[in-house]
């Protein structure tokens, strides 16, 4: 099942130095049969989209964990990722899955990341990503203007020198 994980640019970084990744919790955001049924229509494709926007939101959650750290860059990240092992968790949500253990890197299909020019939106929405949860309307303006920035596509292959650019 194709997961989407939501990370950080610091959790990418032991990613790399590691060859695996352990996903917070194990939590990630897959197209689940609970997710296809919420929705009226939609390709398989649109489906993935929505839970990749949903661990980019998570994403949001870990940087907000994270603010007292200068050194934690300002983007999303997701690590989209090939896992056997996944226990459905539609009590959470419709898209949560929880994943058994680190996951490989030979089992990372792509990493998604924000380009610097989202960091101040990026910035935004991670100080409000709780307020926007409990349903304040101006919370939720501030996550559309970071989810109007796309996240950017890289190969697992690609990530030692996207990280030496950052």
Same mark, same amino acid.
Request: glycine letters at 6%; a negative charge; aromatic letters at 6%.
């Given at each position: 099942?194709?997961?989407?994980?939501?990370?950080?640019?610091?959790?990418?970084?032991?990613?790399?130095?590691?060859?695996?990744?352990?996903?917070?919790?194990?939590?990630?955001?897959?197209?689940?049969?609970?997710?296809?049924?919420?929705?009226?229509?939609?390709?398989?494709?649109?489906?993935?989209?929505?839970?990749?926007?949903? +661990?980019?939101? #998570?994403? %949001?959650?870990?940087? *907000?964990?994270?603010? &007292?750290?200068?050194?934690?860059? $300002?983007?999303?990240?997701?690590?989209?990722?090939?896992?056997?092992?996944?226990?459905?968790?539609?009590?959470?949500?419709?898209?949560?899955?929880?994943?058994?253990?680190?996951?490989?890197?030979?089992?990372?299909?792509?990493?998604?990341?924000?380009?610097?020019? +989202?960091?101040? #939106?990026? %910035?935004?929405?991670? *100080?409000?990503?709780? &307020?926007?949860?409990?349903?304040? $309307?101006?919370?939720?303006?501030?996550?559309?203007?970071?989810?109007?920035?796309?996240?950017?596509?890289?190969?697992?292959?690609?990530?030692?020198?996207?990280?030496?650019?950052?």
């Amino acid at each position: 099942m194709r997961v989407y994980l939501p990370a950080t640019v610091g959790m990418l970084r032991q990613l790399v130095t590691d060859g695996k990744f352990r996903p917070l919790g194990g939590t990630g955001f897959a197209l689940t049969p609970a997710l296809r049924e919420s929705y009226v229509s939609g390709s398989t494709e649109e489906l993935e989209y929505t839970a990749l926007l949903d +661990a980019s939101r #998570a994403s %949001l959650r870990l940087l *907000a964990g994270h603010e &007292a750290e200068e050194k934690e860059l $300002p983007r999303r990240v997701v690590v989209a990722a090939d896992v056997d092992d996944v226990t459905l968790r539609p009590d959470l949500d419709h898209a949560v899955v929880k994943v058994a253990g680190p996951v490989a890197l030979d089992d990372i299909a792509a990493v998604h990341v924000d380009a610097a020019e +989202a960091e101040q #939106a990026v %910035l935004a929405a991670s *100080a409000v990503i709780d &307020a926007a949860d409990l349903g304040d $309307p101006d919370a939720e303006f501030t996550l559309g203007d970071v989810e109007d920035h796309e996240l950017a596509w890289y190969a697992p292959q690609e990530l030692p020198f996207l990280l030496e650019l950052m």
